[in-house]
């Protein structure tokens, strides 16, 4: 683009400006320029180079005519003294001898008549002379005839000196005649110069004057502008504007103000806002904000006060205050906006969330109750189906009653799925920190599910570093996810092919972040459905209920996990190809200082110690469970329907073991439980909870009553032995000693309870049934064969750790 | 004793001398010598005759002599004047201040104020380039002043006061 001209005023007073300094400097220095010549035409006139030349010139003839009239007299009287002739003759040549020298004589405009005079006084002198010069007797004779000389010459001498002088006048005026001029020139020049400033001033004034004028009138058309908008912005404003002095006057009151406050503009004029427009308790604080505002110590930020309109309704208005000065002093100008709507519709926000809220957790409640409705009948039925298979008369009616079980196991799967979930959600799943071997925990992950693997020709692969640190961390949860995650891949890649893989990227010292790939070359999943799967209850195909047979609770309370401990659960996958679900976690590594080495040497379970063992138990079913069971672990029952008979028992008889319902009627369990601590014979009896509520804080309450251990329904016969075998070796001795310390099984007590919830009662009986084959086999093979080498020995313990970490056998899982 | 009175002689004879100059009214100065060229009358303190101070061109070769170099109107090239100033002349003869009367030898006459300041330097001069000057020549006293050495020297005022043939000054009041 070109660059555009300068405008034209801009140009023109440019312009203008330049010729105005030009004009004077140039008539100035014209000024100057002149007003120098003429000094030094007057300093040349005041340095006079010259005599008075008519008097020097009139004096000869004086002088001359003087020595005539002497040697006229001189020459009458023969003894007359001739001194007086002589001086005279000496003036007189004294000056003739000035004229002849007198630079004015060499002026040129008298040039000719000069010459003619000095010619004539040097041959006067030449002729005269020598006749005054020579003595008295020579001179006397001579006296007459100089005297008539004298007079002659004087008479041509004054004709030339008249044409002289008259000559010398003429030039006089000549010489003037230039400065004449000069002063001339200098005063047209000045005037002028004078005149040409005057004008100049007078224009400069006049375009200033315009200029401003022009500046002034667009500055007023620019403020009538700015006002009429400002009014117009005010006027159609949607707020309510209010101008007010700060002693509390309104000044102005904006249309929408009117409208909102129900005064007219003349109504609200002159009135304080405080009583027109606030309630009593916003008046404080509008005027302490005002004053603030005034005082710069806060800034306009809006703040929220009630206000009042003429009809005396109250309402919450959002207000902003700016001030400024004006012809009035300071003025505030407040900006009012009605927030009733938004209040309601905030209100009405929070009271949905709330309603939300409570909905969440009266839905969290239900299904804790329900669950807990479900566990405890389950319980009794599957205890109850395991008795009627032991004692099954033929091989049909066991295949009835295993149906049976399979079908009750898978209900209980469902509920315990339902149970963790809301566990989940509320944040209750318990985490432990404690140190595991990966490679034991992916064995026990992968080995079992490889016989399913077969059944369906699918390959199943573990691949892992060969050199795997040991981790803290909480082994089951993470077996429970790999477990789901496997199962899951296992399901959908009938014939292909499921890899595990585990990589380890160290995170800083002491930390790694383990991450886990399952892939499987299954079905995949959609993208729109990969969000999805992690969502509670969702399965993505129809398919997958019929074959997987879920609740579909798997991958939500896996991630839930994941996430408890820090860590994620994400898929990718590709519809057709198949998925891979990589869990990701970080993990310390090392060894958890407190896993002492005592828990190694806590007791087995020790079979032959008979046991006095009382059953507090309201429901029927359960008591005949319980009873059953802890007869055929070889003890003594005794049975009490509710907390007040259980009480009353113990009181009188010393029980070994009490195990103790924690609901129940007349009395329940842990006041049961502080009444039999209290007094009488069983005071140090062991007392054992046997709930169905498994939740963190309840199970502390328990302790605190007294519990020293807690049994989560339904119970396992295995979970069952436990804590009353530990019992049987005298550990009821600690019961002082605080519950952490006491509750050190060999078998950690919670992963039994989880692999029970987890895999169900009849499974977890069987992998622990397994695990005893598992080490009874690598005990015989250690015992018998001495041709083993020392990687053979290692290779051993490897796998009666890995088996021992599933299972929860802490000893073994300890040993490095 | 010897030292102290050579010291005592030197001392009264530099008084002494000082005295004619501070000299009661109308103490005689020496007759003139020679043909008297310059008369002083008037309010004067000392005087050598009934006319006043006579002076012949001896006496006034006594007296304190200066001079300079100048040109002048009247003469060709620099000339070199020599003789009295004025101011030693009016302090010679117990002059007070007052207006001086200076009559030429032709009756041409000036009147000077003494405390001009124009006479700072006027010089009645009875050399030129080094000759007494003769009535030819415009003396034997002509007044002149050092023309070329200010500008305000060079003024008709000046010029007319340049009296030449000068005999006569008359102190008035």
Redesign the interface.
Known sequence: MMPRAKSPAFSTSQWFRWMVLTLVCISLGTLIIMAQEVSQEL?NL???????IQWNLTQIEV?LLQFENEARLAGLDPAADLAQLR?RY??F??RA??AM???CLSDAAIDSGASELVGMLRDYLDKTTPLIDAGDDRLRPDLTKIAADARTYRQTLRRTITRLIQDHAAATVASREPLTLLMQKLGWTTAFVLISLITLLYATLLYATLILRQQSEASKRENERLTSRLQATVGTALDAVIVATRDGRILDFNPAAERIFGYSRSEALDRPPEDLILSEQTVGEYRRTKEKIADGVADGSRFTVTTRRKSGEEFPAEMSIAWDVSADGRIFISYLRDVSDQVAAEQGLRQARDDAVAAEQAKTNFIAVVSHEMRTPLNGLLATLDFATEEAANASQKRFLDLARASADQLLRHVDDVLELSKAETGQLAIVQETFDLRALLDSVVEPAKAKADQMATSLTLEAPDKLPTMIGDPFRIGQILNNLVTNALKFASGGAVAVAARLEPLRRKQVRLAIDVTDTGIGISPEDQGRIFDPFVMPDASYGRSAGGTGLGLAISRGLAERMGGSLVVESTPGIGSRFTLSLPLATGRRTQDGSANATSAAPVAGHKLDVLIVEDNLTNRIVLEEMVTRLGHDVALAENGLIGVRMAAARRFDVILMDVSMPEMDGPTATGEIRRAGASRKSRVIAVTAHSMPEEIERFRKAGMLDILTKPIARAALERPIGRAATGEAEAQAAPAEQAARPTFDPERIDEISAALGLDRTISALERFCADMRRIGARLAADEALTAEDHAALFHEAKGCAAVIGHRPLTLVA | MTLMNAIRNAALAALLSALPLHAAEAEALPAPSGDVILTVSGKIGVTNGQEGAAFGLADLDQLPQTGFETTT????GVQSFSGVRLSDMLAHVGAEAGSLLMTA??DYQVEVEAGDPLLKDALLATRQNGAPM?????GPIWLVFPYDAD?NL???IV??KSI??LTRIEVRN
């Open positions: 300093q005041r340095e006079e180079l010259h005599e008075n002088d001086l000496d003036l040549y004294s001898r000035i020298g007198s630079r | 109107i009247w003469t060709e030898l032709n003769s009535i030819r020549d415009h500008t060079r003024s008709e010029y007319s030449w043939q």
